[in-house]
């Protein structure tokens, strides 16, 4: 497959609104669309395809010399004015096989993603962590993105990036911006988020929290004074506590509690759901921000679990709510039926029940 037939594949799979684009030896190039994988008309996919595809995208000269050996690999493409793409390379039943990402050229603003008016506060704050949590493919790295907009357009501040690999693209506008991708400018998120705090930056995004040691840097990075933006695979907030405390070695939790209930400044947790109008998908979400009573129950393993009930109980205070309250403005906006807010509640006899309550 040569360039330009390649590129045509990605300028289509945009032009339908497509995520994701999927190339596979034995098989058509297929398109998610509104979350469901469609194949193309076009011819299968050959051995062939896929490396030359992969020549087309790998920058780094080591890896594509290694080429036959490669098991997997991430990077990012640009199609120069239509779209940027996160690249995951990997290998099935010995054939080379690509899934790319589309994203988009604008960052989006909280409006475009239907976010709550409360993720605003998020991004207000100038000092501490901030989590964005949820499975793959629910919409975090967008809604990272659009925090990291709106303090773009709003503070004149630093902002540093550190990216596996760069998605959107963020062009300086009241805010510096500096951008690094692991593997291109990095060696890896550690060694890069330790330089950070020599690079006098107010904000610092973190792609990922993987391990211990980002963890406990980011948690520094914090405590030191910055702003600092991560994600976490994990499904809501209550288990995003217990896996952040849960890395670290059993003699250190208690102090982690302490850290994390004097920096952590909020978590929102996303979920996916089909809307009722048009087949697309629409985010459901989990918001936490840190209260009096949320430090004592991270600083308690006793009160921990009783945080759903607290985000529910401050909603008009704090602007906290629980995915269930979060289904519910859904279906009573006409945007998810109810078969989906039960599928998607915490316990679907507890929501039908609240519900009917209301």
Do not use: W
């Amino acid at each position: 497959m040569n360039l330009e037939q390649f590129n045509k594949y990605l300028a289509g799979a945009v032009k339908v609104g497509a995520s994701d684009i999927h190339f596979k030896t034995g098989m058509p190039a297929a398109f998610r669309v509104k979350s469901q994988l469609l194949p193309t008309t076009g011819p299968k996919i050959t051995p062939t395809d896929t490396e030359e595809i992969c020549k087309h995208i790998i920058r780094d000269a080591e890896v594509l010399r290694n080429l036959k050996a490669l098991q997997d690999y991430d990077t990012s493409y640009v199609l120069a004015g239509i779209a940027r793409f996160r690249v995951n390379i990997f290998r099935q039943k010995g054939f080379l096989a690509l899934v790319l990402r589309s994203i988009p050229d604008e960052v989006p603003s909280f409006e475009e993603l239907l976010l709550p008016p409360q993720v605003e506060d998020l991004a207000n704050y100038e000092q501490g962590l901030v989590l964005i949590t949820g499975a793959t493919g629910t919409g975090k790295s967008s809604t990272l993105a659009s925090l990291i907009g709106h303090i773009n357009e709003n503070r004149a501040c630093h902002i540093i990036t550190i990216e596996d690999p760069i998605e959107f693209v963020h062009l300086d506008k009241k805010s510096s911006v500096s951008q690094r991708e692991v593997g291109a400018d990095t060696a890896d998120f550690n060694r890069a988020l330790r330089a950070a705090l020599r690079q006098d930056p107010d904000v610092i995004l973190v792609g990922e929290m993987r391990d211990l040691e980002t963890i406990d840097i980011a948690l520094k990075a914090s405590e030191t004074g910055h702003m600092v933006f991560s994600t976490v695979h994990t499904p809501d907030v209550s288990k995003t506590i217990g896996r952040l405390i849960g890395v670290f070695p059993p003699e250190e939790q208690a102090m982690v509690r302490i850290r994390l209930a004097e920096n952590l400044k909020g978590i929102m947790s996303q979920r996916l759901v089909p809307r009722s109008d048009d087949g697309g998908m629409i985010v459901a979400t989990e918001l936490m921000k840190m209260n009096g009573s949320v430090e004592d129950a991270i600083r308690n393993p006793d009160l921990t679990a009783t945080i759903k009930d607290i985000m529910e109980r401050g909603r008009e205070q704090y602007g906290t709510m629980s995915f269930d309250q979060s289904l519910t403005d859904l279906y009573k906006g006409g945007l998810i039926s109810l078969q989906v807010a039960k599928r998607f509640s915490s316990n679907p006899s507890d929501f039908e029940r609240a519900l009917h309550f209301e």
